[in-house]
């Protein structure tokens, strides 16, 4: 019997899981650990509240999840109440599915006055993170500003620009939703320290922009390459860069109707955030690109006024005591996944935060073939019931995946009308309800 441990639930996790059970087929037992006790990681806490049908996809981890071989072991703190050498010995392959959640950092003078938040903090308050649930963001400004060209901002501006009633059918939790109800915002700047060809924005996810309530895209149409250019890009980008020209070419009249305006702010980097005890203004370069289409300043400048800023330029992994971390690139150091002897990492553990959720399928298959590759035979390790008997011991409280269907039933329950479930964000209100 082959015992394997993946740390991680969300999709590279359970992919990894459910490429196991093709592979080995009765032959394994596959561990999933995560520290919070609700599975599903990204799905749950960074694909948008109103991105519901991306989300339908933890329907196909829970086939996974409900094997007889795949278990899931929740509220165990990897480096806390387990070590990486404790899961080494039990286990005969360890695999660190831990994705990105920590915020690439936003590294200028002032990123850590109140008022800055990078997107993991945001992004987690919305969708009910336990460690975001007391972020309370001030809305009551007129003015944010979002740093970064990808989809993060755009969920974000998105989210910011919702009425509520835009929200029905979305599992955004009541704390934002009543915050972003009684938001005073009326313009949000995207800065993008490149240009519109340079954006790693999705069609689908730009194009929704335009069909927003109360909120209006603007595109300066002097920051758009010769309409000619286009034709060089990659389709997803020239969809995208289509969508740019669309919303520069949105008339004022219309504009008229909209209390917030999402304003694109191309060749403009953030050089400093200024403020006396919180944000009041952003410092912005104008930048252009070089011949490698790099972005570099020109040395102009202006401020913007706001009251807060909001950091989406990207993710890194947290990294694990001892175990060899890249930290240019926020990632684990490996080569094909293999980090050391019996220790691999998929997902964005591996390769860093780029992709979409389906990239991670093949991911999690090519780290259960390395792995079979490594081991043709197993080494009789004592895998669950060794981890079981270890947690005991430290008596914690472990999360089963049929406890996880208790506190999914209670979300459910608790859900206002019309929406699929009302997160609980605290862990012991999500412990409470699974027993
Ligand atoms: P991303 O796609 O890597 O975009 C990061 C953006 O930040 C880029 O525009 C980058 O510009 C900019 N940036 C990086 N460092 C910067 C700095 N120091 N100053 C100013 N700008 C900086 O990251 P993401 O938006 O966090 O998305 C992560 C992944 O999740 C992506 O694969 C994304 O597609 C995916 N995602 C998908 C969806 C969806 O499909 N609905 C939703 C959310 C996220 P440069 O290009 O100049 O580096």
């Known amino acids: ?3 394997i441990a993946i740390i991680g639930s969300g999709p590279a996790g359970y992919y990894t899981a459910e490429a196991a059970q093709k592979k080995f087929r009765d032959d394994v037992r596959v561990d999933i650990i995560d520290r919070l006790p609700v599975p599903f990681g990204l799905i749950r806490f960074g694909v ?33 109440d387990v070590s990486i ?14 994705g990105a959640p920590n915020d690439r950092p936003l590294d200028i003078a002032g990123a850590d006055l109140p008022g800055v938040f990078g997107s993991a903090a945001f992004v987690g308050w919305y969708n009910g993170h336990p460690d975001y649930a ?4 001030p809305l009551d400004g007129r003015h944010v500003v979002i740093v970064g060209n990808g989809n993060v901002a755009l969920d974000v501006a998105r989210i910011l620009s919702k009425t509520r009633a835009e929200f029905d059918g979305s599992d955004i939790v009541s704390h934002a939703l009543d915050g972003l109800d009684h938001s005073a915002v009326e ?5 993008g320290r490149r240009g519109p060809h340079q954006i790693a924005m999705t069609p689908k996810e730009l194009g929704e922009l335009a069909h927003l309530q109360r909120a209006t895209p603007r595109v300066d149409k002097d920051d758009l390459p010769d309409i000619g250019e286009d034709a060089l890009l990659e389709p997803g980008i020239r969809k995208s860069v289509t969508h740019l020209r669309e919303f520069a070419a949105i008339p004022e009249a219309f504009r008229a109707d909209k209390v917030i305006s999402i304003n694109f702010d191309f060749f403009a980097a953030p050089v400093a955030i200024e403020g006396d005890g919180k944000v009041k203004r952003v410092r912005v370069e104008r930048m252009r690109l070089d011949d490698q289409y790099r972005s570099v300043g020109t040395g102009e400048s202006y401020t913007i006024d706001c009251s807060m800023v909001i950091s989406c330029i990207g993710y890194q992994t947290p990294p694990i005591d001892g175990v060899p971390y890249e930290h240019g690139r926020g990632r684990f150091a490996n080569l094909d996944g293999r980090i050391l002897p019996g220790l691999y990492c998929v997902g964005w553990a591996r390769r860093g ?11 999690g298959y090519n780290i259960i073939d390395t792995v079979a590759e490594d081991m043709a035979i197993s080494a009789n390790k004592d895998g669950r019931a060794g981890l079981d008997a270890l947690l005991a011991l430290r008596k914690v409280d472990i999360v089963t995946f049929s406890d996880w269907k208790k506190i999914e039933e209670a979300e459910i ?11 609980f964000v605290r862990i012991e209100d999500m412990i409470a309800a699974s027993h």
């Open 1 to 3: 019997m082959r015992h």
């Open 85 to 98: 050498d404790e899961l080494q010995t039990l286990y005969d392959a360890v695999i660190l599915a831990t």
């Open 187 to 191: 313009d949000i700047t995207i800065l």
């Open 134 to 137: 007391d972020l309370r963001p």
């Open 353 to 363: 935060p780029s992709g979409t959720i389906g990239t991670n399928r093949p991911d």
């Open 413 to 423: 329950a608790r859900a206002r009308d019309g929406a699929p479930r009302e997160k």
């Open 48 to 80: 948008a509240p109103d991105h519901q049908s991306i989300k339908a996809v933890a329907g196909r981890y829970e086939k996974v999840a409900l094997s007889d071989n795949v278990r899931f072991v929740g509220n165990v703190t990897v480096g806390k």
